[in-house]
Nanobody, 124 residues
């Protein structure tokens, strides 16, 4: 029903920046919230940021506050994650997700659709 495609990942040095994009297609009118999660090797998937599709309210994990910014372009059905001052601990596969209902934005099980993920590697 909803397809999500991430892009923008890559290799950067510590202190650098990357901008991730997530393009949504299909029944995008059903999306209430879009979020970003990440998963490093040997660790569980963790919440990074989320945004209400309509109102634009944003939510951030404490670990990325002040460094990452989530935004969306409703006309393009795209959500962005601007990542600045990257640290080696930010290294992970980053996933875009969409939620159809009003729920807790920081928990993976609340989300209905997931992208394929994009690798972000931060070297020191």
């Amino acid at each position: 029903q909803v397809q999500l495609v991430e892009s923008g990942g890559g290799l950067v040095q510590a202190g650098g920046s990357l901008r991730l994009s997530c393009a949504a297609s299909g029944r995008t009118f059903s999306i209430y919230v879009m979020g970003w999660f990440r998963q490093a090797p040997g660790k569980e998937r963790e919440f990074v940021a989320a945004i209400r599709w309509s109102g634009g309210s944003t939510y951030y994990a404490d670990s990325v506050k002040g460094r990452f910014t989530i935004s969306r372009d409703n006309a393009k059905n795209t959500v962005y994650l601007q990542m600045n001052s990257l640290k080696p601990e930010d290294t992970a596969v980053y996933y875009c997700a969409a939620d159809r209902s009003l729920g807790v934005v920081v928990t993976p099980y609340e989300y209905d659709y997931w992208g394929q993920g994009t690798q972000v590697t931060v070297s020191s």
